[in-house]
Nanobody
């Protein structure tokens, strides 16, 4: 009953920036937290960043904290991921996801029941 749609991916040079957007529709009032994940070729999907819908508190993968910033606009039902100082290893398909129930495992896929289709980010030198 919630649909997610990512946008903003593309090709960027090493050291550049991109901002990804995730538009949520449907029963958005039921969302507890939103997360960004990514999957590089040949690798498992990994957690990037998350944000609690009501408080706006954020949480990040330790390796990405400082370069990536997640934010939300509840009035527009949007979540954003600002990515700076991009490196080749950031090349991946980026997914947004929604969780509907409180769960301490917010840095894993477990609580997230709804996923977008993903948007490709390619960092090239």
């Amino acid at each position: 009953q919630v649909q997610l749609a990512e946008s903003g991916g593309g090709l960027v040079q090493t050291g550049g920036s991109l901002r990804l957007s995730c538009a949520a529709s449907g029963r958005t009032f039921s969302i507890w937290a939103m997360g960004w994940f990514r999957q590089a070729p040949g690798k498992e999907r990994e957690f990037v960043a998350g944000i609690f819908r009501s408080t706006g508190s954020t949480y990040y993968a330790d390796s990405l904290k400082g370069r990536f910033t997640i934010s939300r606009d509840n009035a527009k039902n949007m979540v954003y991921l600002q990515m700076n100082s991009l490196q080749s290893e950031d090349t991946a398909v980026y997914y947004c996801a929604a969780a509907f129930r409180s769960d301490p495992r917010v840095k894993t896929e477990t609580p997230y029941d709804c996923w977008g289709q993903g948007t490709q980010v390619t960092v090239s030198s």
